[in-house]
């Protein structure tokens, strides 16, 4: 299950004003059949589908796609937390097809060209 099914099957299931008191259960409101389309899904396959041949699109791929998942931050004011930004990559839907597209790149300049790859780990 993606991060973005997670969270709107999540977000969903926290806007009803679920009473368990209420004869009225949530399957009556959501079928079960009913799936949200997705919308990044052309895009998505493109990412997944496309091949790395080229050696300086392969570096540039590696260094603009950074290796890790940019860190949580809480903004604080007078010891208070007023803000809280999660981890991008939670907020990205594409992220595992960028991970996935950074990682052939990888495997391009390592395989094919033959080039040590730690500068990009």
Not at 1 to 30: C, G, R
Request: contains cysteine; hydrophobic residues 40%; neutral net charge.
């Amino acid at each position: 299950m993606s991060v973005t099914d997670y969270t709107i099957k999540h977000f969903i299931v926290h806007s009803l004003n679920f009473n368990p008191s209420s004869s009225f259960a949530i399957s009556q409101k959501i079928p079960s059949s009913f799936s949200f389309p997705d919308l990044f899904k052309p895009l998505r396959n493109w990412l997944d589908n496309q091949e790395i041949r080229n050696e300086a699109l392969a570096h540039r791929l590696c260094r603009l796609i950074p290796s890790q998942c940019p860190f949580a931050r809480d903004i604080n004011l007078f010891g208070r937390v007023i803000l809280s930004i999660p981890p991008l990559c939670k907020l990205n839907p594409l992220y595992e097809e960028l991970m996935n597209l950074r990682f052939r790149a990888l495997c391009y300049l390592a395989e094919e060209i033959g080039e040590d790859i730690s500068q990009y780990c």
